[in-house]
């Protein structure tokens, strides 16, 4: 099977895994979902792969249950790390300076995520890339339940982890999947990109309202 390398050679699935095999795999999920600077990785993508290669049986040779059970650890450990790290920076996160590797936006892209979705952020940003990395670091530094996170973190992860993996596995076995795999990489990674672009329309909707009730608010003050 020939996938298309969707940027460096390093950070194509079918790369990765005929490298690193089922390590690697747990290596990048555990670092996408609790490092900060694992937020470029192709986690989604990744899990969609290896899915189908075990369904065929190339590269790597455990059995699905298997994999999937491991893929869900790592994310859920890699959750309760980044909550961890959350709780011990706190309020410092937010000061920190921007760098190769840590932009100021992504965090205050996922404290909007959590602020505006609760406890099911941490579900829902499984699902969202960028965002899964850093909500559970804002659930740290917003103090959220350790209790009430660990659940949510087990559900959203058994739901990624194992739920993609198994999409693959099923959808592996099908003629259409398995022979336009290149073109599926690149709607799994553009579907992901979706509800990114989404936050980003509503945080420039917003900014561009907030002026205009500032402006408002300066005219009725003004009258009185």
């Known amino acids: 099977m020939t996938t298309l390398a969707l940027g460096p050679q390093w950070l194509d699935p079918e790369h990765l895994i005929s490298t690193f095999g089922l390590i690697g795999i747990l290596a990048v999920v555990f670092a996408e979902s609790g490092l900060l600077i694992g937020f470029f990785l192709p986690g989604d993508s990744l899990l969609f792969t290896a899915g189908l290669l075990v369904a065929h049986g190339q590269y790597l040779d455990q059995p699905l249950w298997l994999v999937c059970t491991l893929i869900t650890a790592a994310a859920v450990a890699g959750d309760q790390v980044g909550y961890l790290f959350g709780r011990k920076v706190g309020p410092a996160l937010f000061r920190r300076p921007d760098s190769r590797l840590f932009k100021q936006e992504n965090v205050e892209k996922a404290h909007g995520f959590f602020e505006r979705h ?84 509503r945080a420039r909707r917003a900014a561009r309202a907030e002026p205009a009730g500032n402006t408002d608010q300066g005219h009725v003050h003004s009258r009185r």
């Open 118 to 201: 609760g406890g099911r952020s941490i579900v829902l940003a499984r699902f969202v890339p960028v965002i899964r990395t850093f909500t559970p670091v804002v659930a740290g530094v917003s103090r959220m339940s350790y209790r009430t996170f660990t659940v949510y973190n087990i559900v959203g992860g058994v739901l990624w982890g194992s739920g993609v993996t198994l999409l693959g596995h099923v959808l592996g076995r099908i003629a259409f999947v398995r022979d336009h795999i290149e073109l599926i990489l690149v709607g799994i990674v553009l579907l992901s990109v979706v509800p990114v672009a989404v936050e980003l329309l």
